[in-house]
């Protein structure tokens, strides 16, 4: 009995070191690769910009204002006859004007005094010129110290006026007209006033008109 005991405890020790060692046994990890949700994408080439055609459009405007700017500063400095007036004639590079002897007071569209001033115009230019618009930027009135201001005809005069106003004189043509401006005294002398084509300045010669 003693031996046959003995011989089951051996068995079991035996039986117990087997299962041991099988439990012990290091387990393999199994780990899976995770692949990532993100597609690999070629990398683009980056091309350089080619210039807008505004830019380029822009770079051309500034040299045709600046080829225009030359011609502009060519044309002042090539004037040789800036502005002269003797005997009524008002002479430059650009136009003539002869003042006529034949002032007048008379009364404009509001029945208000006015002083009418006949003219004979040339335009000297290379281009069509309306006379009373070269006429306001060129002559001015004055009266007592204060500009004298365009108005309205009526009557005989009505449509010689208003063809200065409104008529083009062709390049080296000749226009008669007349400019007509309202007058604050009747009594006052009319001084007539003309500018320097080239400085804009007036110039220091001026016709007096009397009135009385």
Do not use: C, H
């Not at 030359?70 to 430059?92: F, I, P, Q, R």
């Not at 208003?162 to 401006?181: E, M, W």
């Amino acid at each position: 009995m003693i031996i046959a005991a003995i011989v089951i405890i051996v068995a079991g020790l035996i039986i117990w070191r087997v299962n041991a060692s099988k439990d012990t046994a290091p387990k393999s990890n199994n780990i899976e690769k995770v692949q990532s949700s993100k597609k690999s994408t070629p990398k683009k080439k980056v091309k350089a910009k080619k210039p807008t055609k505004q830019a380029a459009q822009k770079a051309t405007d500034e040299t045709k204002d600046k080829q225009a700017d030359k011609k502009n500063d060519s044309k002042e400095n090539s004037v040789n006859n800036a502005g002269t007036y003797n005997k009524l004639s008002y002479d430059t590079d650009w136009f003539t004007f002869k003042i006529s002897n034949d002032v007048k007071l008379v009364k404009d569209a509001n029945g208000e005094a006015a002083l009418l001033v006949k003219y004979n115009y040339t335009n000297k230019t290379q281009t069509a010129q309306i006379p009373q618009q070269v006429q306001a930027n060129s002559i001015i009135l004055k009266q007592d110290d204060k500009q004298l201001d365009p108005t309205g005809a009526t009557g005989d005069y009505a449509g010689l006026v208003n063809a200065s106003n409104t008529q083009q004189v062709q390049p080296g043509k000749s226009f008669d007209g007349a400019l007509l401006v309202k007058v604050n005294n009747t009594d006052s002398d009319v001084n007539m006033y003309f500018r320097n084509i080239k400085t804009n300045d007036l110039m220091d010669t001026m016709q007096p008109f009397k009135l009385k």
